[in-house]
């Protein structure tokens, strides 16, 4: 069910021209992904396994962690980690960022479920791979702060985050809308 509009989110656009969990699943499914969301308070972890044959045959490809966390002005969606497994090398046509679309798609629209209305993260400075500035430009995100340890500031972002790197945020609704293609039934 979507958020009702608040002052933090207004309803700028339909919410039926946003991908709901039900159609990230289903083409999660349409990729041979079983993508679980499961939550305890306001922490989240989505696993996304690659479908095997039989039961218990599923391996693990892929984790997102992170938070919901209130904050002044609405709740905001914490991303914490996305980790691939080595599991991801074996499977044939899957690029490793198409996972992480999977990941990163179930969790913003648990956030957005959960009344939030930007989602924050750390690009980590720990290789060129996963540091690329332009794969989460390209997803939505804008870089709000270098958190490089030259500054006062850098230490409360290096506590929380656990590393140096690039704070970027993103207006969930946004990249839902931004999504809607990729996870909506096509008509």
């Known amino acids: 069910m979507a958020a009702p509009p608040s002052p933090a989110r207004p309803a700028a656009r339909p919410a039926a021209s946003l991908p709901t969990m039900a ?3 289903v083409a ?3 990729q041979g992904l079983d993508v679980r969301l499961r939550t305890v308070g306001p922490f989240f972890r989505v696993t996304a396994a690659a479908r095997g044959e039989g039961e218990g045959d599923a391996v693990e490809l892929g984790r997102a962690e992170g938070a919901v966390r209130p ?4 709740a905001v969606l914490h ?6 497994t080595r599991a991801t090398l074996g499977v044939a ?5 198409g996972l992480g679309m999977f990941l990163g798609a179930v969790a913003v629209r648990h956030g957005y479920d959960a009344g939030c209305a930007r989602a924050e993260l750390l690009a980590i400075n720990d290789t060129p791979l996963y ?6 430009t390209r997803m939505g995100f804008k870089p709000v702060h270098e958190v490089d340890g030259s500054s006062i500031t ?3 972002h290096m506590l929380v985050w656990g590393g140096r790197g690039t704070r970027m ?14 996870f909506r039934p096509q008509v």
């Open 154 to 156: 850098d230490l409360a």
């Open 28 to 30: 999660s499914r349409a």
């Open 169 to 182: 945020d993103a207006d969930i609704e946004e990249l839902l809308f931004k999504w809607r293609k990729r």
């Open 79 to 84: 991303l914490d980690s996305m980790r691939m």
């Open 131 to 136: 540091h690329d500035k332009g794969f989460y």
């Open 93 to 97: 046509d899957r690029p490793l960022f």
């Open 71 to 74: 904050w002044p002005g609405g």
């Open 23 to 25: 159609d990230i699943m």
